[in-house]
């Protein structure tokens, strides 16, 4: 850790981040138009190197709205042979560098049928079914306590922010329940009934393992949802991952903004 860390402060002259910020697929636009530093993972002393198309692969540092932030262009996930520690292993450098509010986002698809591609939603709470947990093991009391309290991961009070903010930018903001499966197959008919009977709004692949170890880390979390896709060939459509990339095109105007409005709040 402390040579990421002394890595990362000598290459961005001793940048002390505030909030960090998880960009997921095809919504890391934000970090090429807000860049002051950049540093490729590949570079970085410990960390792993992304895979998925969408995902750039790197850290980027900005002053932003008046704030200092730590982004990352693309992410980790488990379905890529990832420990669920090296996944989590960058939100811990951000609690080391000084970071005290994270932002999650990702591609998700839509469980809740009132939900439509290009949608934005902001996660209210998440449903764990990724098989795995990123704490289990030995337990660093320097960064949390062994059985974190789960009660409110996604702060009430930035739920609200973001909810006034998307108000204030004319954005009709969803909210709702984030279910994690592993991946990467999406997931079948059945599936999505079951997700939609046991209380999840949209589904993904990621945000859950960050979110948990944000949250033990004492970091205040926020998440936000960019909806892609219909959750499953019920709709009489086939899933790819194009479609997902195209459809956070289309979203990434309003989530700019979005996430730039935030920042002046939080």
Sequence with gaps: MQNTVNFIKEKTNDFHPEIGIILGSGLGELADEYCD?????????????????????????????????????????????????????????????GVKTVIL????????????????????DHINFMGGNPLTGKNDDTMGERFPDMSEIYKKNLVEIAKKCARDLNIDIKEGVYWANSGPSYETPAEINMIRKLGGDAVGMSTVPEAIVANYCGLNVLGISCITN?????????????????????????????????????
């Excluded at 986002?105 to 209210?124: H, R």
């Design 105 to 124: 986002t990702n591609a998700a698809g839509a469980v809740n049928e009132s939900f439509k591609p290009a949608d934005l939603m902001i996660i209210t």
């Design 37 to 97: 530093y950049a540093i490729p993972y590949t570079e970085i002393p410990n960390f792993t190197k992304s895979t998925v198309q969408g995902h750039k692969g790197r850290l980027v540092f900005a002053d932003i709205s008046g704030k200092k932030v730590m982004m990352m262009q693309g992410r980790n996930h488990f379905y890529e042979g990832h420990s669920m520690t090296d996944i989590t292993y960058p939100v811990k450098v951000m609690k080391v560098l």
């Design 230 to 266: 219909a959750a499953s060939s019920a709709t009489g459509t086939k899933l790819s991952h194009e479609e997902v990339i195209e459809a956070a095109a289309n979203a990434k105007t309003k989530f700019k903004s979005l996430i730039l409005e935030i920042l002046k709040k939080v």
